[in-house]
């Protein structure tokens, strides 16, 4: 009894953790590239949850067609933002940004809140909702659409910036913002690519996981500060480590919320946070200059 | 190929530069010295966009390129290296290399999202390219070290490595010699002779008086932000200008 109770926590914790790992990576990529911790960048997630439904309701589309299009305006929003209050700033300092992130994110929102109003929609999941059971616990195919879906994402990055020249330029603007520019990598471009990539990522992220949580104009905010979570977890590395950070966060605070009290659910990600902080500020994982891309 | 003319840069009341012109012609190895503070890095910094110059034009085959960022120098093909290694630690010795023809590339996000198999082709003539170069600076071997851990000699030979993939035509290099041993020094005069016989411009800024009158077709010489002399070695150790500007006048 006990040992299936601990089993549906974990994995129920590991999809959602495999989302918290979507939203970190996302906000690693533009930190990376940028020094910039993105504070909008929940709000992407929150855009492809309610673009989706959208379009399989208003345009009637079918799903396979409402998650491309709901991912593309999405990643128009993300460019947007890099060209209409990143880019424009000339001297532009960390704090100057962070701000201009929470401005940005908190705009998106109040957008969002006109559009689709304040209720919480729902988005059908991508495949029935029979319950798979697995062991003496049960999991919704949504589960293994999100843990799959995480794992082609992290693949495909991971040979994006290892394998092609394109996301080699970009961990070198990481490692070395000046000498990139020296042998003529255009900064700025790999800047808005960061946007590009991770507004996407957020918006796969937001998408996966609206069948199962619903979603509403402001579920960004949680879902952005747990990632965010996540990111730092995995010392702000756009590669294992922050997958494996938002695995640990969701699985903890899975098992947190069903053998202590579910009030602390939220509570449990920042206690972690702030552990990490004070103790560990480069990430769990990483030396103290640790591998970042 | 190179030209500065009426080049002044003034920082609050320190007059860095002051009307410095010169020609730097193609295919030659050219040598900037002078005594500290005489304006050399100052002047290598305006000619490749880090600073922008008070007054005066930096001409680039033709074409007036004053005040470009160094990524557009870089794709009309001037690079520069510096006297403080800079490189992407974290990356191997040959990825470095690799990112230095980026701008040789032709393929962008889109296209690495879309087209794999051909994205994944480039990258394997990109490796290629980059191996050519770690072979002719000589660190070939060390191609799977982490850039990072490279001993600095080494190090510097790697940043030469990867500004030559950009296929410049023209590389500045800021003190190529410093924190060089005798014995790298050697080897760095070697290869610099070699980069100008691939028909790429040089031009140093040196403090290695006996390197720079070894391999230097042309020097100029700049002392107190002006220009003093300018010539071949020969003409240059024999101008009494010069000679007092580096060990002081006699009276």
């Given at each position: 009894m006990q040992f299936d109770q601990i089993l549906q926590y974990t994995l129920s914790g590991l999809s959602t953790g495999a989302i918290y790992a979507l939203i970190g990576i996302g906000f690693s990529i533009i930190y990376n590239a940028t020094g910039i911790i993105n504070f909008a960048q929940?709000?992407?997630?929150?855009?492809?949850?309610?673009?989706?439904?959208?379009?399989?309701?208003?345009?009637?589309?079918?799903?396979?067609?409402?998650?491309?299009?709901?991912?593309?305006?999405?990643?128009?929003?993300?460019?947007?933002?890099?060209?209409?209050?990143?880019?424009?700033?000339?001297?532009?300092?960390?704090?100057?940004?962070?701000?201009?992130?929470?401005?940005?994110?908190?705009?998106?929102?109040?957008?969002?809140?006109?559009?689709?109003?304040?209720?919480?929609?729902?988005?059908?999941?991508?495949?029935?909702?029979?319950?798979?059971?697995?062991?003496?616990?049960?999991?919704?195919?949504?589960?293994?659409?999100?843990?799959?879906?995480?794992?082609?994402?992290?693949?495909?990055?991971?040979?994006?910036?290892?394998?092609?020249?394109?996301?080699?330029?970009?961990?070198?603007?990481?490692?070395?913002?000046?000498?990139?520019?020296?042998?003529?990598?255009?900064?700025k471009r790999m800047v808005l690519f960061s946007f590009i990539i991770s507004s996407a990522m957020g918006a796969v992220a937001g998408i996966i996981v609206a069948p199962l949580t619903m979603t509403a104009y402001d579920v960004g905010v949680m879902l952005g500060l747990k990632g965010f979570c996540a990111a730092i977890i995995g010392g702000m590395s756009s590669g294992l480590s922050t997958v494996i950070g938002g695995l640990i966060l969701g699985v903890l605070e899975s098992l947190g919320a069903g053998l202590i009290s579910s009030g602390y659910k939220d509570a449990i990600a920042f206690i972690i946070l702030l552990l990490i902080l004070f103790f560990r500020p480069q990430g769990l994982f990483g030396k103290a200059d640790s591998e970042r891309v | 190929m190179l030209e500065v003319s009426g080049i002044t840069q003034i920082f609050g009341g320190v007059t860095a530069l002051d009307n410095v012109s010169f020609s730097i012609a193609k295919g030659n190895i050219t040598?900037?010295?002078?005594?500290?503070?005489?304006?050399?890095?100052?002047?290598?910094?305006?000619?490749?966009?880090?600073?922008?110059?008070?007054?005066?034009?930096?001409?680039?085959?033709?074409?007036?390129?004053?005040?470009?960022?160094?990524?557009?120098?870089?794709?009309?093909?001037?690079?520069?290296?510096?006297?403080?290694?800079?490189?992407?630690?974290?990356?191997?010795?040959?990825?470095?290399?690799?990112?230095?023809?980026?701008?040789?590339?032709?393929?962008?996000?889109?296209?690495?999202?879309?087209?794999?198999?051909?994205?994944?082709?480039?990258?394997?003539?990109?490796?290629?390219?980059?191996?050519?170069?770690?072979?002719?600076?000589?660190?070939?071997?060390?191609?799977?070290?982490?850039?990072?851990?490279?001993?600095?000699?080494?190090?510097?030979?790697?940043?030469?490595?990867?500004?030559?993939?950009?296929?410049?035509?023209?590389?500045?290099?800021?003190?190529?010699?410093?924190?060089?041993?005798?014995?790298?020094?050697?080897?760095?005069?070697?290869?610099?002779?070699?980069?100008?016989?691939?028909?790429?411009?040089?031009?140093?800024?040196?403090?290695d008086m006996e390197l720079v009158m070894d391999i230097c077709d042309r020097i100029v010489v700049l002392n107190l932000g002006r220009k003093l002399a300018e010539g071949t070695p020969r003409e240059i150790q024999e101008s009494p200008e010069v000679i007092s500007a580096y060990l002081g006048d006699d009276d």
């Open positions: 929940g709000e992407f997630v929150m855009l492809g949850g309610l673009l989706t439904m959208s379009c399989l309701t208003v345009l009637k589309l079918p799903l396979w067609a409402a998650i491309p299009c709901a991912i593309a305006v999405s990643t128009l929003v993300g460019i947007l933002f890099e060209r209409l209050a990143i880019r424009p700033l000339r001297q532009p300092t960390p704090i100057n940004l962070v701000i201009i992130t929470i401005g940005g994110s908190i705009l998106l929102r109040g957008l969002a809140m006109l559009v689709w109003g304040k209720d919480t929609h729902s988005v059908p999941p991508f495949s029935g909702d029979a319950p798979i059971a697995i062991g003496g616990a049960t999991i919704l195919p949504q589960h293994l659409w999100i843990l799959a879906i995480t794992l082609i994402i992290i693949f495909i990055n991971k040979i994006y910036f290892y394998h092609t020249i394109s996301g080699k330029a970009m961990r070198a603007c990481s490692y070395n913002r000046r000498a990139a520019g020296l042998v003529g990598i255009d900064v | 040598g900037v010295i002078g005594p500290n503070g005489a304006g050399k890095t100052t002047l290598f910094n305006i000619i490749t966009g880090i600073y922008s110059q008070t007054a005066g034009t930096v001409t680039l085959e033709g074409k007036n390129v004053s005040g470009f960022p160094p990524e557009r120098l870089a794709r009309l093909a001037m690079v520069r290296t510096f006297q403080n290694i800079e490189l992407f630690g974290g990356m191997t010795v040959l990825e470095n290399v690799m990112v230095g023809m980026h701008t040789r590339s032709s393929s962008g996000l889109l296209a690495c999202a879309l087209k794999m198999p051909w994205t994944i082709s480039e990258e394997r003539r990109i490796r290629d390219g980059a191996m050519k170069w770690l072979e002719f600076t000589g660190i070939v071997d060390l191609a799977d070290h982490l850039a990072g851990s490279l001993p600095f000699g080494k190090g510097r030979l790697l940043e030469i490595a990867r500004a030559l993939a950009v296929e410049p035509r023209i590389v500045l290099m800021d003190e190529p010699a410093a924190g060089l041993n005798s014995q790298e020094t050697l080897g760095l005069a070697q290869l610099i002779k070699r980069i100008r016989d691939l028909g790429i411009t040089v031009v140093l800024v040196e403090h």
